[in-house]
């Protein structure tokens, strides 16, 4: 009589049916023709002892090999997934067969199941997304913006439309900015008008942000193997207050401390330079990343960095000193831009392997991963409640819970969607993509709201 009625549940509910895979029926078998010839009682290299979950769970000279959760916490399977700087395992052979990856990811994620009746063990990394908005630093007046620039001496000309990738949204007010060639063009969002243009002459228009408390544009760029350098302009009266940076190469990750001491640059040189805004003097200089950096974010309360590299290298430091950089492993095929929410606690990354990941600074591990977008999760930001927005390869834009479940999303971009942003309220959405164009959507429904021209 059960017989019946439970089948009849699986087919209603397909995810029960692929059932985690446990240790005895399934990971143990794999570890016999794998790992046991060198990793069991007698023979432990690396004082690791492969055949019991205890065991394994114990670890070896390195401390515990899994640990329930997300598999790219475990330094067993970033052994055996190549990821990161563990040894590879089995030392000198290919790396094992993605479906022979998958069983050891699933049981991982599945709370490392002993047997098939077995009981499963909690993940320990659990994402807390409450945010508090105290820690948010709205400023106490409305920011009153320029009204309209004068239009650029010389304007910058342009035979081709190019791929926008510079977007930032004020946090506190209805404005836009969008980058170009040789200048960063800012939008009015309530009234729909383009205010005017922010020349930007050192070259590209790489990066752009806004301060915290709204009232600076950070433009941040320059020529490639030639000269990066960034502006800080202030959008109330809409004048560059200062230039800084003298890279050799064009930036291509940028961002000012919440307190607008520090500027910290980077890209192709690998090196994070920070500078004091004061006097634009070279504070200290970071030497971790192995590849070109592609995201640099101050933590909302100013006290650390966290920098991120084509090579996956995630790194996270002391803004005041850029001493000890620690190493955050886990993330694949390169970090492609990085944020942290708004109360500091955790960071987004968007991945090169389409994976959204949710980032414990303090635990140094993965608190989340999903699946964002195909071929590559190429951006990513926070909405003050902590949701999030992501575009990639795929020519989407995406809403998530915090906890990566998808809300809604806008598509039919031109390639990819290089930048999103939330507007300042978090009801819009915004993207751009490689044909120029930012389109700014409604995040309930998905429709578009409006289009922003970046030149
Ligand atoms: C030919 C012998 C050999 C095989 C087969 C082998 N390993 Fe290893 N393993 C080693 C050695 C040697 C080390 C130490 C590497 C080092 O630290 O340089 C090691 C280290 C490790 C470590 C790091 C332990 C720690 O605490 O530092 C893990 C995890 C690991 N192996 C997992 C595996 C898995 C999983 C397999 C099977 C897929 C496997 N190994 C297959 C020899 C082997």
């Known amino acids: 009589m059960v017989r019946p009625l439970l089948a009849a549940l699986l087919l209603a509910t397909p995810l029960l049916a692929a059932e985690a895979p446990n240790f005895e029926d399934h990971v143990l078998p794999l570890l016999r023709d794998h790992c046991v010839s060198c990793h069991r009682p007698g023979k432990t290299r690396a004082g690791l002892d492969l055949t019991n979950v205890a065991a394994i769970e114990k ?24 990821i ?12 094992l067969s993605d479906p022979i990856l998958k069983v050891f990811k699933a049981w991982i994620e599945g709370g490392l199941k002993p047997t098939a009746s077995g009981l ?11 945010i508090d908005p105290a820690t948010l630093g709205a400023p106490k007046e409305p920011i009153v913006y320029v009204k309209e620039l004068p239009a650029p001496a010389a304007p910058p000309r342009q035979t081709r439309a190019l791929p926008v990738s510079a977007l930032a949204t004020n946090p506190w007010a209805p404005v836009a900015v969008v980058g170009g060639h040789r200048e960063a063009v800012l939008h009015d969002l309530a009234s729909g008008k383009r205010i005017g243009s922010l020349p930007f002459e050192p070259g590209d228009v790489r990066v752009l942000r806004f301060s915290r408390n709204g009232k600076l544009v950070l433009i941040a760029g320059g020529k490639e193997t030639a000269s990066g350098k960034a502006v800080l302009v202030d959008v109330t009266t809409g004048k560059a207050i200062a230039t800084i940076g003298d890279d050799f190469d064009v930036v291509l990750a940028a961002d000012l401390s919440p307190d607008q001491s520090l500027l910290a640059l980077g ?5 994070v330079r920070v500078y004091r805004v004061a006097d634009g003097s070279l504070a200290y200089t970071v030497k971790k990343h192995t590849d070109f950096i592609t995201a640099i974010e101050f933590s909302p309360d100013g006290k650390s960095i966290a920098s991120g590299d084509r090579a996956s290298g995630l790194y996270v430091y002391p803004a005041a000193s850029g001493t000890a950089p620690a190493l955050i492993e886990g993330v694949v095929d390169g970090v492609h831009q990085l944020a942290w929410r708004p109360d500091g606690k955790v960071l987004g990354v968007a991945a090169g392997d389409g994976s959204a990941l949710i980032v414990d600074p303090e635990k140094r591990n993965i608190a989340a991963k999903w699946e964002a977008h195909k071929r590559g999760c190429l951006s990513l930001a926070f909405a003050k409640d902590g949701r999030i927005l992501t575009g990639g390869h795929d020519g989407t834009t995406r ?57």
């Open 267 to 271: 890209g192709p040189e690998k090196l």
């Open 399 to 455: 809403l998530w819970k915090g906890d990566g479940t998808k809300v809604s999303e806008n598509s039919g971009y031109a390639g990819s969607t290089f930048r999103v942003a939330f507007n300042h309220n978090d009801s819009e959405g915004f993207a751009s993509d490689w044909s120029g164009q930012v389109r700014g959507w409604n995040l309930d429904d998905g429709s578009e709201v409006r289009r922003l021209i970046s030149h």
């Open 59 to 82: 670890g070896g000279s390195s401390g515990a090999s899994v640990v329930p959760g997300v598999a790219e916490n475990s330094p067993l399977y970033r052994a055996i997934a190549h």
């Open 120 to 130: 499963a063990k909690k993940a320990s990394a659990v994402l807390d997304i409450a």
């Open 84 to 95: 990161g700087k563990e040894e590879a395992m089995p030392p000198d052979k290919d790396r």
